[in-house]
């Protein structure tokens, strides 16, 4: 006899864990179970991010990332300050540090007073209040940007959702689902369960996940690039260059941010990260090679005509990983005091980024229901800052709260 559940979800990132706290939040006593096939919670992305709790810049109004966002920011400082985990607002600056970067400045400026996001347009002078040390001729001010420990958020939420009578199995990894009348049976390495719900967020396997779960298309023709972000860390003696956050103007086809400067919650000053094509979903260095991983990437139709537009991007990128001075130059067109031998390496991050079979990037949050499950297939940033607002979504989506 299999075991029962009221729902599974696979995957401990902030995400799974965030939907396993809303679920319960409505339906107390309910008998979940939370997978994971790392021997820790936040082993992947949430424990690899740049721990920034974002305002709501970037993303395109009316969209899941804008609105989930600016309730998600709010609801996560809330949790922090309730239950004494490290965070501050500290505020952000994005800064034009050239002419032709000023319209992208103002397109950045209409699209946060579409998504009502607090901000102010500043001139070199107010900027060099703020950050001394940084350059740049026009800039956004955004308040509301802060910083938090998000694997200290997730230690509390699994002290939580123990105490709320949730079971968490590490060093369980799903491997298949089979739908049947009394219930969607999940096969792990650790023995079947069957659940009355499913939800996958398992981040850089999300699409395999929720293919070995749901069937061919479980991931709804979405696939899994990994995309690593590199880190370097200020010396300790350069810390003062950085007061808070530093950020560029993005390149507005690509979803990320550009190499940034941030000042994490222990002090620490972080610079990155740059986006280079992963040789394993979670390989986090250039040595971690998988073929199988690398093979499938590289025959998706979707990333050969990705690479094809965008092959000079993604080479300017490798260049800029493979060298220190090419990293610290970019870091010096926002501080020019940043030298080569400032930077210290960091660990790095892997972002999942879903790709559709045509080569565009998915660009918001998506998710796949089938039946009784419901697969998280694309969560990149700002997924960690609007986690609780996701897993109170899902649960309404999955009818329960
Ligand atoms: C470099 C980088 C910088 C970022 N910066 C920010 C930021 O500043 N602010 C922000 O809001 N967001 C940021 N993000 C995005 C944010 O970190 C992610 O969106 C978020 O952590 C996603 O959480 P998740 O739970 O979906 O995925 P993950 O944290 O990746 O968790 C997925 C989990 O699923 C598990 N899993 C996978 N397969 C299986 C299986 N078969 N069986 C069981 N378990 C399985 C994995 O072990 C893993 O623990 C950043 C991401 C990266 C990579």
Known sequence: ??????????????????????????????????????????????????????????????????????????????FCKDNGVAYEICGKVVVATSPDELGAL???????????????????????????????????????????????????MVRQLLKAGAELRLSTAVQSGTDRSEGMVIHTDGGDIIADRVVSCAGLQSDRVARAISGPDGAGGMQIVPFRGEYFELAPSKTHLVRALIYPVPDARFPFLGVHLTKGVNGHV???????????????????????????????????????????????????????????????KLVPAVQER?????????????????????DDFAFVQRGRALHVINAPSPAATASLEIGKAIAARLELV
Not at 121 to 143: C, F, Q
Request: hydrophobic share 40%; charged share 25%.
């Open 342 to 362: 400032d930077l210290e390496p960091a660990a790095a991050g892997v972002r999942a980024q879903a790709l559709n079979a045509d080569g565009s990037l998915v």
């Open 1 to 78: 006899m299999s075991e029962r559940a009221d729902l599974v979800v696979v995957g401990a990132g902030i995400v799974g864990l965030a939907t396993a706290r809303a679920v319960l939040a409505a339906r107390p006593g309910a008998k979940v179970i939370i997978l994971d096939k790392e021997g820790s919670v936040a082993g992947h992305q949430t424990g690899r991010n740049s721990g920034v709790i974002h305002a709501g810049v970037y993303y395109k109004p009316g969209s899941e990332k804008a609105r989930f966002c600016t309730t998600g920011r709010q609801a996560m400082v809330e």
């Open 106 to 156: 103002s397109d950045l400026e209409k699209r946060c007073q579409d998504n009502n996001v607090p901000i102010e347009r500043i001139d070199g002078a107010r900027l060099r209040e703020l950050e001394p040390y940084a350059a740049g001729i026009s800039a956004l001010h955004v308040k509301v940007t802060g910083i938090a420990d998000y694997p200290g958020v997730c230690t509390v």
């Open 270 to 332: 972080h610079a990155g990260p740059n986006a280079v094509l992963a040789l394993a979903r979670e390989g986090y260095s250039w040595r971690e090679r998988n073929y199988t991983d690398l093979r499938e990437t590289l025959m998706f139709p979707g990333f050969q005509k990705l690479a094809r537009k965008y092959w000079k991007y993604g080479a300017s990128e490798m260049a800029r990983s493979l060298s220190r001075a090419r990293f610290a130059r970019a870091l010096q």
